[in-house]
């Protein structure tokens, strides 16, 4: 029996989409060059980082980071605010924990994230962060953390997430029960492969979680 499900954050809580335009605009590149860019990398298994050097050779992420913060300390340049919530999230996040579930929010972020998922006021029991731990998906520690925060045994935790390689395989490694959400270039392209169904379940949304994980007649 699932007693506690942990979400993870981008394209599983977050739309990206918001971060993704403001970054081609820094670049200077068209948004739909951007975010073609990004999903190349998701169906080529490359790295993130290397969308940056497509389209911006030589390009240094820390400093330019750095440089945009310097010239724009008031925006929201690479972080995301309540506006970017899917609009599912809370209708199904107050759902579960109406239904007995503890929710917890638990991703590869930086240290800022934390704040901004606090300050949404969500309804979940706890959030916390890959920059906080100094621990990042897939590493099984990550999933070892998961399991002490929870203080629950693995089979008894779901773990909600957008990506077969960072989210699925390594949950059910750990002996948890993992939901791929197919929403957000990996969620779309990962769905079709076989290990999405093998070793976890497809979702179309975080509607379908509390009657998947806590229906009302069990």
Not at 6 to 12: I, K, L, R
Request: hydrophobic content about 45%; charged content about 25%.
């Amino acid at each position: 029996m699932i007693k506690a499900v942990v979400f993870d954050v981008g394209e599983t809580l977050i739309d990206e989409t918001r971060i993704w335009c403001r970054w081609a605009d820094r670049l200077g590149v068209p948004r739909f060059a951007m975010l073609g860019v990004i999903g190349g990398m998701a169906a080529t298994g490359r790295p993130l980082a290397d969308a940056f050097e497509v389209l911006s050779p030589g390009i240094d992420l820390e400093e330019e980071q750095i440089a945009w913060a310097a010239e724009e300390p008031d925006s929201l340049r690479v972080n995301f605010d309540a506006d970017d919530l899917y609009p599912d999230v809370r209708r199904a996040l107050a759902k579960l924990r109406a239904r007995g579930l503890r929710v917890i929010i638990a991703g590869n972020q930086p240290p800022q994230a934390k704040a901004a998922l606090e300050a949404m006021d969500l309804p979940v029991d706890a959030v916390y962060t890959s920059a906080e731990w100094a621990l990042e998906k897939p590493d099984p520690k990550f999933f070892d953390k998961v399991v002490e925060v929870t203080e629950l045994r693995p089979p008894e935790i779901c773990y909600v997430g957008d990506r077969v390689d960072n989210d699925v395989m390594p949950a059910n490694a750990a002996g948890m029960v993992p939901v791929l959400i197919r929403r957000g270039p990996w969620g779309y392209l990962h769905a079709e492969l076989p290990q999405a169904t093998r070793y976890g379940v497809v979702v179309d949304g975080l509607d379908a979680l509390p009657d998947l994980l806590a229906p009302t007649d069990r």
